[in-house]
């Protein structure tokens, strides 16, 4: 056989018996819970424009790519928040999904959002990914991605 051929085998092997990677059929439900709490948590402090309370669930090299694709560092989106430069009136979560990897967790959700951005009212729905990291037994935010939602 190919050697090109067996790489891909041996490195799903590899990745198949890492001692430090656990699927999603491997979540602990108290991982799940918490997981699925910080994302309440936070669901809760951006309706209600709290920066403040956000801040704690973020890694200090937090990076959000908001629906117009622009990159902000925790600081730029706290920032965005506390001049009401981003400003919520409903911020409500649906759809959810998460899969919990060891001491990662990746979050899918459904947003459905009322305020305004700048000076433009901002995408009623959006799919929103995050990814939390588990330190000291605590789970952050480390990134976040939201897109658009196109109406049909």
């Known amino acids: 056989m190919p050697i090109r051929t067996l790489v891909p085998v041996f490195a799903a092997i590899a990745l198949g ?25 936070v669901a809760s402090a951006t309706e209600r424009n709290d920066a403040d309370a956000l801040a704690p669930y973020m890694v200090s090299d937090f990076t959000f790519v908001n629906p117009a694709g622009l990159l902000l560092t925790k600081d730029g989106f706290l920032d965005a928040m506390r001049t009401g430069r981003l400003h919520n009136t409903m911020y409500k979560v649906d759809e959810m999904s998460v899969r919990i990897y060891g001491t990662a967790a990746v979050v899918t959700y459904r947003s459905t959002v009322a305020g305004t951005a700048g000076m433009q009212a901002v995408a009623p729905q959006r799919r929103r990914t995050t990814m939390l990291i588990k330190r000291d037994g605590k ?14």
């Open 17 to 41: 018996c890492a001692p430090g990677i656990q699927r999603p059929a491997e979540t602990t439900s108290s991982d799940d819970a918490a997981v699925r709490q910080v994302e309440a948590e």
């Open 139 to 152: 789970w952050l935010i480390v990134a976040q991605q939201s897109t658009p939602m196109l109406s049909r």
